[in-house]
Nanobody, 115 residues
Framework: QAQLVESGGGLVQPGGSLRLSCATS????????MGWYRQAPGKQRELVAG???????NYSDSVKGRFTISRDNAKSTVYLQMNSLKPEDTAVYYC?????????WGQGTQVTVSS
């Protein structure tokens, strides 16, 4: 059974940093495209960053240059390093694993950027 467990969220001041982690189990991690999505209150869930099995990343324009996605295939874990955080980055962040017709989500972790 696939499990994705996010951690690392919290309250941070504008300009601060957080590192999210998503530990997976029950999947062959190396095959999967991994992604981080976020959903702010009253808004649709949006893709923040993704990383292919070969390590190739992509980012939304809103986080490019501030966020870095990475993966450790040996640990079956994907990370999101978030720097220069802004109040508009406040949202629940979700980890996603996708391969062929398989698509799994974590339970989400809250990130709040506020002074």
């Amino acid at each position: 059974q696939a499990q994705l467990v996010e951690s690392g969220g919290g309250l941070v001041q504008p300009g601060g940093s957080l590192r999210l982690s998503c530990a997976t189990s029950g999947i062959y991690f190396g095959n999967y495209i991994m992604g981080w999505y976020r959903q702010a209150p009253g808004k649709q869930r949006e893709l923040v960053a993704g990383i292919r099995s070969n390590g190739s990343p992509n980012y939304s324009d809103s986080v490019k240059g501030r966020f870095t996605i990475s993966r450790d295939n040996a640990k079956s874990t994907v990370y999101l390093q978030m720097n220069s955080l802004k109040p508009e980055d406040t949202a629940v962040y979700y980890c996603n694993a996708r391969w062929l017709d398989l698509n799994y989500w974590g339970q989400g972790t809250q990130v709040t950027v506020s002074s």
